[in-house]
């Protein structure tokens, strides 16, 4: 470990900033799927490689949010709560005479509002956003469950009839075009591009790097800053929500506590692509990679027969490393 992790931080000193986060992470993921390929049986398999990019997706579709709050010197502690509350709540609407296309519409205008708030409120009290968000989050949570329970004893469980079309949406076995790849996987590919090509290629999308590189330059240069940081929230309101939705379909029953997982791992993903929580460095391409480089390290951990508090511990680790690697860069706010 200590030999590998001195040969990355010696690759990151001699590479541009914009390009080290991911050619560190392409870097990790080959190594881990070589020794994981090697010690674990079966891990090449075609099952497992499945099921890796089945999870990785979900994760992948959540992490899309928090990179962007991320890029802008933000960070959004909601998505696990908005992520639970849209799986319940979609349950729910599932068993009523809402139809399924209308419920899904409905689920995912309540992320886009959740978003919003988070974006207008954190905007105004930007000291306060980390705890702000918590709290809109715990709110919609809290209200989610309220109405989804009133007269059930089932608390924070809905169970309903998820349309076999939808199922079909997150399940491993689906296929795509004749493939054996779930469905989901080619949503996220096509999420990933099309967020990718906006962030790096139009006018709006490098307006996110401005204002996080340096606000003042972004002011004199027309860019509402405003604008651009409700916009981010508004997106991981969104991906949070839909994120909530697909995992509907994948387990078949709404569960509140589903989101929980992904407050730590969206902002794992984040760190270890190499996008810079203080703002303006890295881009979504880099969690890509760090959200498979954590999902092959958790099937590697799982395959070692590793218990969940010895994998956290290994994250933790891990998380360190990637940090004290990208912190010998300058912000670039003092390149300036």
């Known amino acids: 470990m200590i030999p590998m992790a001195s040969s990355i931080s010696a690759l990151s000193r001699r590479m541009p900033p914009d390009t080290k986060g991911i050619a560190i992470g392409v870097l990790l993921l080959v190594l881990l799927v070589v020794v994981a390929s090697v010690m674990v049986e079966g891990f090449a ?6 099921s890796i990019l089945l999870l990785a997706a979900f994760l992948g579709i959540a992490a899309l949010g928090q990179t962007m709050v991320s890029l802008v010197g933000g960070l959004d502690l909601s998505i696990p ?13 599932f068993g009523t005479d809402v ?3 209308l419920a899904i519409a409905i689920i995912a205008a309540m992320g886009v509002a959740i978003g919003f708030l988070n974006g207008l409120l954190s905007y105004r009290l930007q000291g306060q956003a980390l705890i702000l968000t918590l709290g809109v989050g715990f709110s919609l949570v ?5 109405f989804t329970t009133v007269g059930s004893r089932y608390s924070g469980t809905v169970f309903s009839q998820v349309p076999d079309w939808f199922a079909a949406v997150s399940s491993i076995n689906g296929t795509v075009f004749g493939v054996a790849v779930p469905p989901v996987v ?11 090509f906006w962030i790096n290629r139009t006018r709006s999308g490098r307006a996110v790097y401005a204002v996080g590189g340096n606000r003042t330059a972004a002011a004199r240069l027309s860019i509402s800053e405003f604008r651009v940081w409700t916009t981010t929230y508004t ?4 991906t949070a929500a839909l994120t909530g939705m697909l995992l509907l379909g994948f387990s078949g029953g709404g569960f509140v506590g589903v989101g929980d997982p992904y407050l730590f791992s969206t902002v794992a993903a984040v760190v270890v692509g190499g996008t810079s929580l203080l703002g303006g460095a890295g881009g979504y391409t880099a969690t890509v990679i760090g959200v498979l480089v954590l999902q092959v390290l958790t099937s590697f951990l799982v395959g070692m027969g590793l218990t969940f508090a010895a994998q956290q511990t290994v994250f933790g680790l891990l998380i360190l490393a990637m940090v004290s690697v990208y912190a010998r860069a300058p912000h670039i706010r003092n390149q300036i």
């Open 186 to 196: 080619l949503i996220w590919a096509v999420i990933a591009a099309g967020m990718v």
């Open 99 to 101: 139809p399924p296309a």
């Open 81 to 93: 709560f908005v992520i639970g509350a849209s799986n319940i709540l979609l349950a729910y609407l």
């Open 45 to 50: 398999s075609a099952n497992n490689a499945r």
């Open 235 to 238: 997106i991981s309101g969104f």
């Open 142 to 146: 809290g209200a989610a469950q309220i």
